[in-house]
C-alpha cells in the first residue's frame, strides 16, 4: 500500500513535525545537561572557575577586568575593586622583589599619591608575594587597581597571617582560590576613594595534589571578615572567621554559581585551622 501523503497536506505537517523534534530534543536528558552547564567561555576562565560573583560586566560599577594574574570587578564610584580573584599554586610563589604601585593603563584608578598621609596602606587584594614568580607577575598587581585603603592594623597583622596562610596551602600541593574585597565605608581618603569599613575573604583549597574541577569534594573553604580599623594587629585571623554565605549576604554577591559542589562544602561547617 502506498502511504505517501499529498504534497499540500504534507506542507501543511511539515511545522508541526519540525516542531514536535524541537521539544523531544529540549526534553532529552543530553539537551538539559547542555543547558546546565556552563559555556566554555565562562567556565575557561582560569582565576574564576566558580563564577562570576556580581555579574561583573560593563557596568562602570562593575566592571569585569581580567588579566593574566587576577580578575577582577572595578566600581568607579568607589575607587577601587569589589572584589579580586585569583589562583594560585606553589608554583606562583618565587623570590622576585616588590615592584612599585602605579595608575593602571586601562582602568582610571587613583594615584599611589591619593593615599600618602592618609592613614591608610595601599593593600593588596591579590598579594604581592602570591605573584613572586617573574618580575612581570609581580608588577601586575601594583597596580593601583588591586589596592584598597587599609587600617595599618589590619594589613599588618591578621591579615598578613592570612596571606600567609593561604600560601602555605599552595606549597603544602594544593590549588587555592581566592576572591576578597571590602563592604561598606569608614569615610573616604582624598575625597573620592571609599575605606572599606570591613575587608573580606574567601579561600579555596582543592585536595591535594588535585586541579579544579577535580578535588572539589574535598575541597576546604576559609571565610573570614576583619574590621578595617586599627587595634587588631596583634589577633589572629581566625578569630575573625565567618561562612561564606555569610559573606554573600554582606556583600550581594553569589560565589559558587557554576560550582554547586564547593557551594555546599562552604556551607557545611567552618573548616578550622591552626596557627
Not at 30 to 57: D, H, M, V, W, Y
Not at 68 to 87: K, L, T
Not at 208 to 233: C, T, W
Amino acid at each position: 500500500m502506498n502511504y505517501d501523503l499529498h504534497p499540500h497536506l504534507a506542507r501543511l505537517l511539515r511545522p508541526a513535525l519540525v516542531c514536535a523534534l524541537i521539544l523531544a530534543l529540549v526534553a532529552s536528558p543530553a539537551c538539559r545537561s547542555c543547558r546546565s552547564n556552563p559555556t566554555p567561555k565562562q567556565a575557561e576562565i582560569p582565576n574564576l572557575p566558580f563564577g562570576n560573583p556580581s555579574g561583573a560586566g560593563s557596568d562602570p560599577d562593575n566592571r569585569l577586568v581580567l588579566r593574566p594574574q587576577f580578575a577582577a570587578s572595578w566600581n568607579q564610584s568607589q575607587r577601587i575593586a569589589n572584589w579580586v580573584a585569583w589562583r594560585l599554586v606553589a608554583g606562583d610563589i618565587g623570590e622576585t622583589e616588590r615592584s612599585q604601585f602605579y595608575t593602571d593603563s586601562e582602568i582610571p584608578t587613583p594615584t599611589p599619591k591619593d593615599y600618602t598621609n592618609s592613614g591608610y596602606d595601599r593593600g593588596h587584594l591579590c598579594p604581592s608575594k602570591d605573584r613572586s614568580d617573574t618580575p612581570e607577575n609581580n608588577q601586575a598587581v601594583f597596580t593601583m587597581l588591586n589596592i584598597f585603603p587599609q587600617a595599618p592594623d589590619n594589613n599588618r597583622g591578621p591579615w598578613e597571617k592570612l596571606e600567609r596562610f593561604e600560601r602555605a596551602l599552595a606549597e603544602a600541593g594544593r590549588e587555592v582560590y581566592v576572591i576578597t574585597g571590602g563592604a561598606g565605608s569608614r569615610g573616604k581618603i582624598a575625597g573620592h576613594i571609599n575605606v572599606p569599613a570591613t575587608t573580606w575573604k574567601i579561600i579555596v583549597a582543592l585536595e591535594p595534589g588535585r586541579s579544579y574541577p577535580d578535588g572539589q569534594e574535598k575541597a576546604m573553604v576559609f571565610a573570614v571578615a576583619l574590621p578595617n580599623e586599627n587595634g587588631i594587629r596583634e589577633r589572629r585571623w581566625q578569630d575573625f572567621q565567618t561562612t561564606a554565605p555569610e559573606i554573600e549576604r554582606l556583600t550581594g554577591c553569589r560565589f559558587f554559581s557554576l560550582a554547586p559542589i564547593i557551594a555546599l562544602r562552604a556551607q557545611e561547617k567552618r573548616f578550622e585551622a591552626a596557627d
